[in-house]
């Protein structure tokens, strides 16, 4: 405990969100979940925006039962399809008044290949595409709720590689680390380009590394891996502990000047340098909207 503890910097806040709606994605499980729990203990109606309905339910009536909130409803939403993910903003669009916070938080680790249903390699197209459409489709309903926040949850992971913008979808080689690497790469420079596009909008945006997490992130990944995991947790993060940077960035006052940042252990940090290329950001961005099919300048 004494190493965990270290390991993570000391944050509180009574910081309340009664009348704010937020949107967390991956809401059922892991830091999404305790995420959820933390956010509707200060008020606010949650959206769990969730692919598997039953273990959304599980985790809808914990939250209940340990926040008293009642104002938490879940939402179909598979980020591996985009006309999921259309059918979920054309919901939320027409029975929302406003969404003030959005926590593009799900996602899928160094998985065996495969590709989302729309042909994107899988975790290019969950853990960055998918949010990059529901960000779009979401935006306008954001703007009118300003001041409003944009959360991506990114990785460290991020500085494991760089952008493979030739073979963005790993049709011609596939590595799972460095796949994974490559879309949270791709998480960090979404956000410093959303970040851009919206000075002056009252929207702000920002991306984080969560800390290694005690999670089911870990179920695709070799057996020795898992069991090391296990044998260093001292060294690693609750789910709780995990999910703290991330309501950090959703309810710290005074971070809008920092807005398109990268944060860990609930505090500004460093990210790569090619994480900080404005040129390779908008290489992406222009990538990113072709292969989704939408015009956003």
Wanted: charged share 25%; with cysteine.
């Amino acid at each position: 405990m004494y190493c965990r503890g270290v390991c993570c910097n000391h944050w509180s806040s009574e910081e309340r969100l009664d009348g704010k709606t937020v949107v967390i994605t991956g809401a059922n499980t892991g830091i999404g979940k305790e995420t959820a729990k933390d956010l509707a203990r200060r008020g606010a109606r949650i959206i769990m925006a969730c692919r598997d309905l039953e273990r959304a339910e599980e985790a809808r009536t914990d939250i209940l039962e340990d926040t008293g909130n009642e104002n938490v409803v879940i939402r179909k939403l598979d980020l591996s399809d985009t006309k999921s993910i259309r059918a979920f903003a054309e919901v939320v669009n027409k029975e929302e008044k406003q969404v003030n916070i959005l926590i593009n938080n799900a996602g899928i680790m160094m998985c065996p290949y495969s590709k989302t249903v729309d042909g994107f390699e899988m975790q290019l197209g969950v853990n960055h595409l998918g949010h990059v459409l529901l960000t779009y489709l979401l935006l306008d309903l954001i703007k009118r709720s300003a001041p409003a926040r944009i959360v991506v949850v990114a990785s460290v992971a991020h500085t494991w590689t760089g952008l493979q913008l030739d073979d963005i979808n790993s049709e011609k080689s596939y590595d799972a680390m460095k796949a994974y690497g490559q879309s949270k790469l791709a998480n960090v420079l979404f956000a410093r380009s959303l970040a851009k596009r919206l000075q002056g909008t009252g929207v702000s945006v920002f991306s984080l590394h969560p800390g290694v997490v005690q999670s089911d992130l870990w179920r695709h990944q070799h057996q020795c891996i898992q069991v090391a995991v296990k044998i260093f947790k001292i060294f690693t993060k609750t789910t709780v502990e995990g999910a703290q940077t991330t309501i950090y960035c959703a309810v710290e006052p005074g971070l809008e000047s920092l807005s398109g940042g990268y944060f860990s252990d609930c505090a500004p940090a460093r990210c790569s340098r090619t994480a900080s290329d404005d040129d390779l950001a908008q290489k992406l961005w222009e990538v990113s909207c072709n292969m989704l099919g939408i015009t956003w300048q």
